[in-house]
Antibody
Framework: EVHLVESGGGLVQPGGSLRLSCAAS????????MNWVRQAPGKGLEWVGR??????????EYAASVKGRFTVSRDVSKNSLYLQMSNLKTEDTAVYYC?????????WGQGTLVTVSS | SSVLTQPPSVSVAPGKTASITCGGD??????VHWFQQRPGQAPVLVIE???DRPSGIPERFSGSKSGDTATLTISRVEAGDEADYYC?????????????FGGGTKLTVL
């Protein structure tokens, strides 16, 4: 069974940094594209970025709103996906979801809350 | 603002049919996917590739597309269907790279 568990969320000041983790299990991690999607409180879903699979050299892609500030990476030996966030802004406050992509975003974790506030 | 346009809210009585639309430029040439998000929970894929139902999704959920408008239809609506629904496509323009979501529609079961 596919299982995705996010961690690392918390309170951070504007301009600060935070790293989110997503522990994956139940499937071949290196064979799948993996995405981060976020949802600000009371708002809709927003794609953040993704890591392609091994066959596509783990190439990363980002939304314009986070490009240059956020970095998606993975450690295949730990079956883990990461989101390194820097220069955080108040508008980055959201629940961050890790999702597995198999042409569509078919499996989602339960999310981790990031709050950017002074 | 989203490049995929959904009505903010739809209301329906139990047992009736709910239709949620999703419009956008050139949707006719893209695969549209639909997600259900109940309060406090992660989104769940309910329709993929315009019309396909993933395993475990009730037959009451169906998808269609006509021109640049996709529609999610929920037949014989139940109280448990009350949720936010989002459409999604893969964006291919430089302004909207990556996965693009509609603004979401709150389905209220009266």
């Amino acid at each position: 069974e596919v299982h995705l568990v996010e961690s690392g969320g918390g309170l951070v000041q504007p301009g600060g940094s935070l790293r989110l983790s997503c522990a994956a299990s139940g499937f071949s991690f290196s064979d799948h594209y993996m995405n981060w999607v976020r949802q600000a409180p009371g708002k809709g879903l927003e794609w953040v970025g993704r890591s392609r699979n091994r066959a596509n050299s783990y190439i990363t892609e980002y939304a314009a709103s986070v490009k240059g500030r956020f970095t998606v990476s993975r450690d295949v030996s730990k079956n883990s996906l990461y989101l390194q966030m820097s220069n955080l802004k108040t508008e980055d406050t959201a629940v961050y979801y890790c999702t597995r992509e198999m042409v569509v975003l078919e499996h989602w974790g339960q999310g981790t809350l990031v709050t950017v506030s002074s | 603002s989203s490049v995929l346009t959904q009505p903010p809210s739809v209301s329906v009585a139990p047992g009736k049919t709910a239709s949620i639309t999703c419009g956008g430029d050139n949707i006719r040439s893209k695969s549209v996917h639909w997600f259900q998000q109940r309060p406090g929970q992660a989104p769940v894929l309910v329709i993929e590739h315009d019309t396909d139902r993933p395993s475990g999704i009730p037959e009451r959920f169906s998808g269609s597309k006509s021109g640049d408008t996709a529609t999610l239809t929920i037949s014989r609506v139940e109280a448990g269907d009350e949720a936010d629904y989002y459409c999604q496509v893969w964006g291919t323009t430089s302004d909207h790279p990556g996965w693009v979501f509609g603004g979401g529609t709150k389905l209220t079961v009266l």
